[in-house]
């Protein structure tokens, strides 16, 4: 075990599989030379040279398209996108193809891919810079898609992500790069993707959340001990894609209450699959209509105050919760 | 500089030291933290912006990129509504919903900043088709990176601009880096004009520090697209002194600083003034005016900006959807 950032964890996770297994390279925009926009990748170009780590063009279809090529012909690439904003242009190679040739070619071709981005908003760098699509990805059969919330997991889902014969959509969100944590250091260390983690235990309400909402739900959930005696379970989801619907069951079947988090809009987000999972399986435990506190249906504007307003708070995860309590 | 009227000479040398004095104070603010987000300063590149836009009207549309600020201050763009953007106010151009990267101002034909690397050529092609479809002979210029020159929407519009023959010009501003990668780590050729061939127009390289001949060449594609001749591609070697967001420049890890100091040797602004002096059109005194005119200007404009209020808490929700109702009477 180490103490370390969640940047750095997401590097020894790309340190390690590069040295166990050959036919993984990293290709992206100012991953090599300059060490990635948030740093992940520093050192990498160093220690495995030029053909491993590749300095790319600004030319998000072409990489990814290449990754899925290279994917063809037996290697497995990470593409870095730097930002999730810029996938759009990538958009056709990760949904027409590497989503869906598996299945097309009736299980003929793997697209075993990893395509790193980091999401979010709340950095006031406006609509085209902050979007959180973790749920729109996950909305694509054929994707995994993973959004590690803390240093450790963040570890142990990438390495896991490269024992995977399909694309991953592996999500990070800006704010968590900088959060501390435990991580460990055995070579061996995966996380299983769909296996939900019960960040706290509680008996009156569960809050579900994901990637960087994770943290508004265990902040709003401590509020909510100290303030109101409300006791609530936090659940970090880590994949919606496989996504671990049990563990979110068996919660609800304890606490009768459900709010879900995320710092996507609202309308059409992934919150509203998971309700109705919630309302199809637990609906005779629960004690009020599922809660989802959500991003505003707004371009996430540039000002300050504009953009927290729109972006969920733990204050509206209390607030939410505190809803399901009243009469 | 034969042909060229004092008036024009002297407009540009105006035009450029604003877009400095702008950006200086802007990457002041930004560094001291008055001014959030992110920054993409034109500092060094002025010659471009200055040398193109003195030749549009305001009817003639740009689209730009997320290092907009120069191409909006040389179209004449209000200082003061761009510095309220920068500092999220109400009275904004943006409402300070947009910020640096994406400012606009339709008035004078600035179609927008773009936070989308690549975003604005596509745009800048529908832009001249529309001038073309009404029968005006408006120009779109487009400008753009050497970074963007590799994103496929790049591709895409060049060829479709040469097909429709439509009045755009395409401007890239080579400033040899996209980011932090420099440009021979990211294509494979030296001069992203050899592209235009590919796609059946002109191309053309042009030093992007000597701000005449920046005049000139953007005059001649200019021109060319009002006559109803098509687009043409310009290519500025330039460089950005500063960092690719913010201010530093130099003591980083991916260019020397004697690289840096080698282009600052033959500074637009100061390769300007010389050869205005030269010329007897300004003396130092005259240049120093306009600096300092320029410098009241910026500090008027950020006065008002810190004086401005914040937008109000109903701003979120308001422009999402347009309430005007179209000439069909939809809504
Ligand atoms: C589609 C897309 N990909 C990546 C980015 C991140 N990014 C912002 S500016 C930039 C470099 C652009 O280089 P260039 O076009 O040469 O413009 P310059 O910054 O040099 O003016 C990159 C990669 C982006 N904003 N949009
Ligand atoms: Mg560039």
Redesign the pocket.
Known sequence: MAEMRMRDALREALREEMLRDETIFLMG?DIGLYGGSYAVTKGLLEEFGEARVIDTP?A?SGIVGAGIGAAMGGLHPMVEL?TIN?SF?ALDQIVNSAAKLHHMSNGQIHVPMVIRMASGGGSQLAATHSHSLEGMYAHFPGLKVVCPSNAADAKGLLKRAFRDQNTVIFIEHTANYAIKGEVPDDPDFLIEFGVANILREGTDVTIVGYGGSVHQATRAAALLEEQEEISAEVIDLRTLQPLDMDTVIASVKKTNRCVIVEDAWRFGGFGGELASQVMERAFDWLDAPVARVACKDVPLPYNRNLEFAALPSEEDVVDAVLGMFKE | MTGISTDVLLDIHRRMVRIRTFEEEAGKLMESGKIPGAL?LYVGEEAVAAGVMVHLRDTDQITS???GHGHLVAKGGDLKRMYAELFGRATGYCKGKGGSMHVSDLDLGMLGAN????AGPPIAIGAAFSNKYRGTDDVTCCF?????SN?GTFHEAANMAALYKLPVIFIC?N?G???FTRQERHQAIHDIADRAAGYGMPGVVVDGMDALAVYESAGEAIARARRGDGPTFLEYKTY?YFD?VGVRGMGVIYREDSEVLEWRQRDPINLMEARLAEQGLLSPEGAAEVHEAALADVREAIAFAEASPFPEPSALMEDIYTLTASAGGGA
Do not use: C, P, Q, S
């Not at chain 2, 753009?144 to 963007?148: M, Q």
């Open positions: 925009e600004i998000e730097m810029f242009l | 993409h990129t997320h290092r936070g989308i690397v690549g753009f990176g050497d970074g963007a994103e501003e400033n880096f996209g980011e950005r690719h």
